[in-house]
């Protein structure tokens, strides 16, 4: 009798938890990333020269990198459009605690950008215990590959799209007569949207991974559409870029490599799947 009751306590022993249990457990690890995107956004804020004048306004300047480089291609294949060397944005602020209040703003965007790595891995630890161990092996891999390609577009946004959208928008004008000055607001709502849009969008492999494993997407689904999603890539390059054909073939090239390799990971996802159900 004493041998089936302690058989019978085994399972009890491997508590499972409670729904106030894994809240508690959520909790501390959302606890643990916020305190990482404050401490990273207070060293932002502490060099706020940097952020602005060598990150955040730059792309507003002639002298930035991307525009530099453009404006020698451009001159080297007679395309004057690429050439963005008379650049003047005149930034205006327009509210009294506007200045400060950016700058809290940036801060805290820059710190959740460099902690985004760490608060990916708080997310997995909090998930991995109730994966297989096969898909703890592979779920580690899906980290790396997640903040790889999140980081990738907001580098390839910033140095690529970000310029070309704020010299098309900055200095687009309907009239001679009409001239722009850009509001501080203004401009970072530009800058930040458009960097984190394409860093998410750089996420699509991640996302049909996914949806190819819950069976809500194939790679015959991606593969019918891509004639439409290829369309829907140009009218979203020609948005974002000056009108000339270089620079939109400059910007859609990248997002249709996306989509190529996001149909192969689909493909692969989807042999696995059935290759299981075999």
């Known amino acids: 009798m004493e041998e089936q009751s302690t058989k019978s306590n085994e399972p009890a022993a491997e508590k499972v938890m409670t729904f106030w249990d894994h809240l508690d457990e959520l909790r501390a690890h959302i606890f643990r990333s916020l ?18 004048d060598s990150v955040i306004l730059a792309p507003s300047t002639s002298d930035f990198f991307t525009n530099r480089a453009l404006c020698k291609v451009g001159e080297w294949l007679s395309l004057n459009a690429l050439c963005i060397d008379d650049m003047k944005l005149e930034i205006i602020n327009i509210k009294m605690s506007g200045q400060f209040l950016t700058h809290m703003y940036i801060s805290i965007i820059a710190g959740f950008i460099f902690a985004f790595p760490y608060v990916l891995w708080e997310i997995w630890r909090f998930v991995q215990p109730a994966m297989l161990e096969n898909e703890k092996k592979y779920s580690k891999g899906g980290l790396f590959i997640s903040t790889f390609l999140f980081l990738l577009g907001i580098l390839f946004s910033y140095y690529l799209i970000v310029p070309l959208t704020v010299n098309f928008l900055g200095t687009y004008q309907v009239s001679e007569s009409v001239t722009n000055q850009i509001s501080l607001s203004s401009y970072i709502s530009t800058v930040v949207s458009v960097t984190f849009a394409v860093g998410i969008v750089f996420e699509l492999p991640i996302l049909v991974y996914f949806l190819t494993k819950i069976g809500v997407l194939t790679p015959d689904f991606m593969k019918k559409n891509r004639k439409y999603m290829f369309v829907i890539l140009l009218v979203l390059s020609a948005i974002i870029t000056p009108p000339d054909m270089f620079s ?3 910007v859609v090239l990248p997002l249709i490599g996306l989509y190529e390799i996001s149909i192969k990971v689909s493909q692969r996802v989807y042999r696995k799947n059935y290759e299981e159900i075999d």
Do not use: G
């Open 35 to 52: 305190i990482a995107v404050v401490i990273l956004a207070i060293i932002a804020f502490l060099n706020r020269e940097f952020i602005f």
């Open 248 to 250: 939109q073939v400059l």
